[in-house]
Structures are given as C-alpha cells and as structure tokens.
C-alpha cells in the first residue's frame, strides 16, 4: 500500500489530454514539493517535473504539473503514442523522513 | 552527462548478505545526495535510503532499516548497498540515484542508474 495514492491507469486517444492524481497528506504533498517520474517499458525511470511544475530540459512542454493543498496531478495534452508509460508521483515526507512514491499509473495510448 | 552505472546484483540466498555499487561520472559526485531505490518484478518504485553528500545524515525507509546500509567513497566516486539478512520480498531491481540539487535537506531524485537486478530465491 503506497503512502501517495494514484490511479492504476489512464488512456485515451492520441491528441487528447489525459490527466493523473496524485493524493497525499500534510505530512508529504501538503508540505513538500512534488515530483513526476516517467517510466517507459523496460528502461529506469525519468525525472519529468519538479517542484510541483517545473520541466527539466528536453522534457515537451505538453507535460505540466500541478498541486493543490495534499494533492497533485500530472496533465499530457496532445497525447502521443510515445507518452505510453508508467508515472508516478513522489514527495519527501516529513514524518517518515524519507521520500515515499505513488504506486504508479499505466497510461494507454488506445 | 551525468552516468550512473550499478553493479553486484545475483542470485542470493535468503539470510545471506550482498553489496551494490554504484559508479557515478559526469557530475562532481561529493557534493550530491545519492539514493537508493527499488522496484520488485511488475510492481511500483519503493525507495530504500538516501545519503548525504558527506555521509552526515542517512535515512532508510522501515523495510529494510537495520538491514541495509548506505555508505560512500567520494574518493572513488561510488555509491554503496549493503544488504543484509536478505528476504524473498528484497526481490527487485536496485536504481541508485542522485539528488537533483545540492544543499537541500529533502533530497529530491533527479537522475537515475539503469537499476541491477537482486533475486533472493533458495
């Protein structure tokens, strides 16, 4: 049972925009920045967004992050067959004194 | 570029001990924070630990504290996992992991090793 929860999955078709939640508590999202990570099949995890909404470079700005009191969302607009991944979410908690990840949510490209 | 290349996964048996390395180049590695994540086969990423940059603070997450250990060699430029008393639930593909910035107390994760796999099986 992961501390951030998400949904296990998301899909829709390619040029849409598919949004993913991420809900958490006071002691992580409420007080700590939000991460996003991108898990393409068979390869490591990426960082996709930081501090609740910043891309890193080489990251298409059809990515965005947002957060709102203890919970945050991803949103892809224009949704590719590329963008086919898991993403998870992830905060430092302030009483386990360590990060904690959401369990993950499968996007589907249909 | 930032590399980060683990090493020292196998097969193990339960109750026995492994050490990961982790060789970091690209970046100056004595002054990041360095992590430790896991993901069991089909399952979500769990972290497992974090260091400081000069060994001053660790952390561990419940399941593997008093087990595993963290350390580092900044003179090597090599992150460490010493894995001890091992389970079939210690299964998984070990990332090690820098912290995006330096001289933050959270350590937030930015880039990320291409994980070594860790079967505890008998």
């Known amino acids: 049972q992961s501390v951030l929860t998400q949904s296990p999955s998301a899909s829709a078709t390619p040029g849409q925009r598919v949004t993913i939640s991420c809900s958490g508590s006071s002691s992580n999202i409420g007080s700590n920045y939000v991460y996003w990570y991108q898990q393409l099949p068979g390869t490591a995890p990426k960082l996709l967004i930081y501090?609740?909404?910043q891309r890193p470079s080489g990251v298409p700005d059809r990515f965005s992050g947002s957060k709102s009191g203890t919970s945050a969302s991803l949103a892809i607009s224009g949704l590719r067959s590329e963008d086919e991944a898991d993403y998870y979410c992830?905060?430092?908690?302030?009483?386990?004194?360590?990060?904690?990840f959401g369990g993950g949510t499968k996007v589907t490209v249909l | 570029q930032v590399q980060l290349v683990e090493s020292g996964g196998g097969v193990v048996q339960p109750g026995r001990s492994l050490r990961l390395s982790c060789a970091a180049s690209g970046f100056t590695f004595s002054t990041y924070g360095m992590h430790w994540v896991r993901q069991a086969p089909g399952k979500g990423l769990e972290w497992v630990g974090v260091?400081?940059?000069?060994?001053?603070?660790?952390y561990y997450a419940d399941s593997v504290k008093g087990r595993f250990t963290i350390s580092r060699d900044n003179s090597k430029d090599t992150l460490y996992l010493q894995m001890n008393s091992l389970r079939a639930e210690d299964t998984a593909v070990y990332y090690c992991?820098?912290?995006?910035?330096?001289?933050?107390?959270?350590?937030?994760?930015?880039?990320w090793g291409q994980g070594t796999l860790v079967t505890v099986s008998s």
């Open positions: 992830a905060a430092w908690d302030d009483s386990l004194s360590g990060w904690v």
């Open positions: 260091i400081s940059y000069d060994e001053s603070n660790k």
């Open positions: 992991a820098k912290t995006r910035i330096t001289g933050t107390s959270t350590f937030p994760i930015g880039g």
């Open positions: 501090t609740n909404n």
